[in-house]
Structures are given as structure tokens and as C-alpha cells.
């Protein structure tokens, strides 16, 4: 009787290290992206930013333009300071409660916009399971981005 007590406690604690260790994967290679992502960014290579977004031959026109806005103000957002702090994995959920996803995002208010007259922009990856944490599930990265910069 305490032999089957020891293996199903030694079971459980291997089921919770595996899924803390999977916990700890995913996070990785989601840093890992949106780390390729700024540097593609940064280096203004459609071909890399495109390597990183899904089914990205789809929306050739979304993803050039999002590249373009973002390697144009690339300095004015200071991406660099942005990501020698910790990159933030958030928890969300699709169009229905089952699909369950991941994000990283980023909020940047408009320099000198002491009013608050523009919306902040806001950069937001979404990352799916079932596709891969090494591609990014949405095309369309930027929000109130139009006018922006202006």
C-alpha cells in the first residue's frame, strides 16, 4: 500500500516538474522571437520580419508597411531600452475561451504630447501554440498607429 502512496506522489511531481519545465521552453522561445523581431526591425529585412510573422505571404502589403513604420521610428520608440528589461508573457484567449494564447506588447505615448491629444501606439505579437512560438499568429502588429508620428 505505501509502495503505490511513492509512485503516484513520485508521478505527480514529475507531471508538475514537466509542465514547469514546458512553462519555462515556451517562454524561451517566445523571448527568442520578439528578440528576431526588433532585430529584423532594426535591420529593416522584410525577409527575416516576414520569416517570424504566420502565413505572412498572405498580407505582403500589412507586413512591409508595419516594417517600414517601425524601422522609420525605430530610435524615436527606443526599443533597445525597451528590451534590456524583462519581456512581459501574457496569458489570452482567442475568439472562443478555448483557444488559449500568448502576447507581448508594448505601449509607447507620443513624445511631447503633453495633452494626451494621440493615443499612445501600441505593439502588440500574438503567439499561438499550435502554429509555434517561433511565429508570430497575427499579420497586424501595430494599433493607432496612423497619424502617430505626425
Not at 508521478?11 to 522571437?33: P, R
Not at 507581448?104 to 505579437?125: A, H, R
Request: net charge positive.
Amino acid at each position: 500500500m505505501k509502495t503505490i502512496k511513492y509512485i503516484s506522489l513520485i508521478l505527480i511531481l514529475l507531471s508538475i516538474s514537466c509542465c514547469v519545465n514546458q512553462k519555462q521552453k515556451d517562454e524561451k522561445q517566445i523571448k527568442a522571437t520578439v528578440q528576431n523581431f526588433w532585430k529584423s526591425v532594426k535591420n529593416n529585412d522584410l525577409q527575416a520580419y516576414n520569416g517570424l510573422i504566420y502565413e505572412s505571404e498572405n498580407f505582403p502589403g500589412v507586413t512591409a508597411g508595419d516594417l517600414y513604420f517601425l524601422h522609420k521610428h525605430y530610435k524615436a520608440l527606443n526599443i533597445q531600452e525597451r528590451l534590456k528589461g524583462e519581456i512581459k508573457i501574457k496569458d489570452t484567449i482567442g475568439l472562443s475561451p478555448d483557444i488559449k494564447m500568448k502576447y507581448v506588447q508594448y505601449t509607447f505615448k507620443k513624445k511631447g504630447d503633453s495633452n494626451n491629444i494621440k493615443k499612445p501606439l501600441t505593439i502588440t505579437l500574438i503567439f499561438y501554440k499550435p502554429i509555434g512560438f517561433d511565429k508570430i499568429s497575427d499579420p497586424v502588429i501595430l494599433d493607432n498607429h496612423i497619424g502617430w508620428d505626425k
